[in-house]
């Protein structure tokens, strides 16, 4: 392998070549090796509105000036809905289009490449770590969708796959490349320490919320009740947070879980119910739909459950929608009624 700042052989100023950077172990191992084989690099990180936590931008910025490489910070949510609502190549375990996304992250890599100018676009997949995403049918199938061909490298397991643009172009030799492939994380954790790339998280399947059977479970519920093609961003952004019911094809409740949540459910407030407890301490609760009085009120007693009002005596509970509010007031749900596991969604 070349040694970092090496200068590739026949070429005056260095190929410029888009890595893509999810802020994990292995698209930050392919952007180094890229890096050490000369090449000047540009991270690339695409927000598709599924990612797992918070700060995933400060985490790939950081890790951006941790491997001394520029990063783009792209907003693709809009363009990724249209794939979680009907993927060409089907779901895996969940509700995670695997395929489909990679072809069109990397879709995406091959507009910023011609962007910058740049010659081709490295990946970390490696072959054989993921069953739907990266065997070797479905590597070679996202290079051919996403229109990249031998411009799209993976140089974690460049050895065992197809030849690649810069080799033709005699930038590199095949053995630069590594020869990893499967599940394990030994090799690279280890190439990790040895160039200095400090601390990674954990990649076990956490990162993704389309993984996440809660998640997708909303989702297809969401699917039955709303239609794939009405739900909207925000609908799949209120499907993270609370505790979701289906009450009737009607109506659905969420209700917060903690005050962080409650004061994230305030701002889907718009063309929804938004129920609360003025004179108690309780959990703020949205009803979705077009819940009838009767369903308002099991709502009601629904989010109560979840509020400190005593179980036997009846609670405030104010409803309100735009301009429309009353204040009604219902006994609790008991913890113990069954209706409560019945209605919840994915838990
Ligand atoms: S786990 Fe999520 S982000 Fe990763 S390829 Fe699958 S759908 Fe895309």
Known sequence: MLAAGSIIRGVATSPRVIALLSGGLDSALACALTQRLGFDVVGLNLATGFCVGQGRCETV???????????????????YIP????????YGSAMNPCLDCRIFMVGKAREVMREE?????????????????????????????????ERL?????????????????GWVRRQDWLDIQGRSRKRQLALAQAWGLGEFRQPSGGCCLLLEK???????DAFRHKGKEALTAEDFALLRYGRHFR???AAKVVVGRDEQENAVLGGF?????????????GPLAVVEGNPSPEELELAAALAARYSDAPREGPVKVRL??????????????????PRIKLWMLGE
């Open 61 to 79: 910025l950081a890790l951006g000036q941790r491997l001394g490489v520029p990063v783009r910070l792209l907003d693709v949510a809009s363009d």
């Open 83 to 90: 794939i979680v609502r009907a993927p060409k190549h089907g």
């Open 117 to 149: 100018g740049a010659a081709f676009v490295v990946t970390g997949e490696v072959l054989g770590q993921r069953p739907m995403s990266q065997h070797r049918r479905a590597l070679d199938l996202v290079a051919e969708e996403s229109g990249l061909g």
């Open 153 to 169: 490298v993976r140089p974690l397991s460049g050895r065992l796959l197809g030849p690649t643009f810069p080799e033709r172009m």
């Open 214 to 220: 809660t998640y997708a479970c909303r989702v297809r």
């Open 247 to 249: 009450l009737s094809p």
């Open 269 to 281: 407030a718009h063309g929804r119910w938004l129920l609360s407890f003025p004179e108690v301490p």
């Open 320 to 337: 309100a929608r735009n301009d429309e509010a009353e204040e009604i007031m219902v006994i609790p749900f008991d913890p113990a009624d």
